[in-house]
Structures are given as C-alpha cells and as structure tokens.
C-alpha cells in the first residue's frame, strides 16, 4: 500500500502538480473567511453592545429631561438640555462608550410638530422630550473584506413624557378638604369650590388624624381622620366614594408609595414619610354608615406626614410629587399634583 501511495506521488510530479502550492492557496481563501467571520462575530457583538449603551443613555436622558419639563414654572425657567445630557453621557460612560452626538427635543401629547431644542426654556405646550443620541466607531476585522465598511455609526431614541397619576391608593387617612385644620392654630381649605386644591394650600401643614379633626359635616364625633383598615378603599380613584373609620387607630399603609421617601406598605404609624391621601369634601356631605362614615373624594395629593403623638399625624401637602405607576396623558403647564414621568417611546 505504501509503495503504491509513493508510486502515485512521483506521478504527479512528474504530471506537474504542485500539491503545497495549492495548500498555501486553499489556506488563504480559508484564513480571508475565518477573518471574514470572525470580523463578522466581533464587529456585530461590539455593534450590539454599543447600540444597548446609547439606548441606556437616550433613556436616561430622556427621563431626567421629563423631570425637568415636570419641575418647570413662571420662576423656574430650566434649560433641560443640561440634564439631559448629564443623564445620557453617565449613563454612556458607565460602559465606556461616547455618543458624539445628543439632540433632546420638547415634544407634546397630541402635537405632530416638535415643540423646538432643549437648549432653550421649556415651551407652554411641552408636555415631555424626545432625546436622540448617535454614536460612530471603527470597525475591527471586518474590514479585511472588500468592500467592508471602515466605520459603523449607531443611533438611539427615546421619548419620556410627565402624566398625571391616575392610579389607586389606600392610605390609613382620609383628609376633609374643607375648613381644614391648620397645626399651630386656625383653618384653611385645600379645596376650592369647584373641587380642585387650591395654590395657596401648597406647603401648609393641616391636621390629618387625631381627636376633633375636621369632618367635612359628617356629625360623627367619634371620626378621627382614619381609613377603613379593611380592603374597602382598595382600588378607589378621584371621584369615588371612600370610607373612614371611627376608631382613633390608623389601619396601616396598604400600598407603598413608589416615590422620593414613600412611606412603607404595612406600617401602621407612618412618619416623616409621603403618602397619597384621599381629599373629601363637604358637598355632598358624608353619610354614615353605622360605625363608618362614606365620604365623596375629587381629589388625591401628596402629603409629607408627620407623627406628633400616639394616634395623632400631621401632613404637609405637596405641591409637586413624582411617582412610578399608571398615568394619563392628561398633564398641563400648572396643573401641578400627583405625576408619573414615564417612557412613551
């Protein structure tokens, strides 16, 4: 067998073939493939890596943008392209990666047109941004191949919007919004006779829960600011009818409040924490029902409570409050409460 195996060798030598000169050429359309598709692997997983990173930062940008646009009055005439960028490029370099370039736009609900560029103050109309973020970089193996590009670019977008909370919550209290009594003395009604909270109620600290707190004209001596502790408010929204408690003791926090220093779900004696409270009002007035009493609720706000003895709470009522949940694209300049800063796009 050997002998043949030599025997056919000499022959194509002598015939003319040249067997390692064809190797070397079958080598390098091998080697020109395998760079080819490790070019292919490494190029695209480094492409797909990057696009995952100016998305973050396009995100990011997007939602400290949103904030800004939320944050915005007659007195504070933020320029949002700062944040914006200050968001996005963090996020960016926690990868290593630099967008070279960041566009945030205002944009509105409801508007086809773009509302003009971050750089410039927040437009009545805004009602969020929409941030745009592009990245170029060098290609590695990939550009052996004929006709491969020297250089990928890459582009993300995001949209973030502020809309108005629209979400449930069942917090121990139920707050009467009219002639509502001040701590330190004297009353003040955060309800204004159409039902909305008024400005001036903003920053004012009322008294929530305690003996003799004020009713709404529910004739029940024994009502002291409580919720039910039971699952009845569960799920109730504005303009529902929501039930408090007679008793002196707070049921506790049923669901916990997803934003800046939130009180906890189960704590039954919340303090220097936010909860989002029912506000009652008088007109119509509460019905009692045997040992509770039903109350007619238009509004939800956002009160900073604070515990001042046993069984007794303070709130201050916030002006502006941000939390993660349901909303609606129902947000304007000045209608200032509860918000969700959310993606949209």
Same mark, same amino acid.
């Given at each position: ?9 000499? *022959? ?16 390098? $359309? ?50 949002? *392209? ?17 967008? *070279? ?13 773009? &509302?003009?560029?971050?750089? &410039? ?23 052996? &191949?004929?006709?491969?590009? /020297? ?27 009219? @002639?509502?009594? +001040? ?7 955060? $309800?204004?006779? /159409? #039902?909305?909270? @008024? ?7 009322? *008294? ?22 039971? #699952?009845?408010?569960? #799920? ?24 800046? /220093? ?14 989002? +409270? ?6 119509? $007035? ?31 009522? $916030? ?27």
């Amino acid at each position: 067998m050997i002998t043949r195996i030599h025997a056919l060798f000499r *022959q194509r030598q002598e015939d003319g073939a040249a067997p390692r000169g064809q190797v070397l050429v079958l080598f390098a $359309l091998f080697l020109t493939s395998l760079l080819g598709m490790l070019g292919l692997a490494t190029d695209l997983g480094f492409a797909f890596a990057e696009k995952r990173t100016i998305q973050n930062a396009a995100d990011a940008g997007a939602m400290a943008d949103a904030r800004a646009v939320a944050k915005w009055s007659l007195t504070n005439l933020t320029s949002a *392209q700062s944040e914006a960028q200050t968001f996005a490029l963090a996020a960016a370099n926690r990868v290593g990666a630099t967008p *070279q370039s960041m566009e945030c736009t205002f944009v509105n609900y409801n508007l086809g047109s773009d &509302l003009g560029p971050c750089s &410039l103050g927040v437009p009545l109309a805004a009602t969020g941004v929409r941030v745009d973020v592009r990245e170029e970089h060098p290609t590695f193996f990939i550009r052996v &191949l004929p006709g491969a590009p /020297d250089s990928m670019a890459l582009t993300a977008s995001a949209t973030a919007n502020v809309q108005m909370f629209n979400g449930s919550t069942a917090g121990p209290f139920i707050v009467c919004g009219v @002639n509502t009594k +001040l701590e330190g003395g004297g009353r003040f009604s955060i $309800l204004l006779p /159409d #039902n909305s909270i @008024n400005p001036l109620a903003y920053g004012r600290e009322f *008294q929530i829960h305690g003996p003799s707190v004020e009713d709404c004209g529910a004739q029940s001596s024994s009502f002291n600011g409580t919720s039910v502790r039971s #699952n009845a408010n569960d #799920n109730k929204r504005e303009g529902d009818t929501w039930t408090g408690d007679t008793g002196t003791i707070a049921g506790p926090v049923r669901f916990a409040v997803n934003g800046i /220093d939130g009180c906890a779900v189960g704590d039954s004696g919340p303090d220097d924490c936010v909860l989002i +409270l029912p506000i009652a009002t008088n007109a119509p $007035l509460p019905v009692k029902n045997g040992g509770e009493v039903d109350f007619q609720v238009p509004r939800l706000a956002a009160f900073l409570v604070t515990k001042t003895a046993s069984n007794r709470h303070t709130g201050t009522l $916030l002006e502006d409050y941000v939390v993660s949940g349901p909303g609606e694209n129902t947000w304007c300049r000045g209608c200032h409460g509860i918000v969700v800063v959310r993606m949209t796009a």
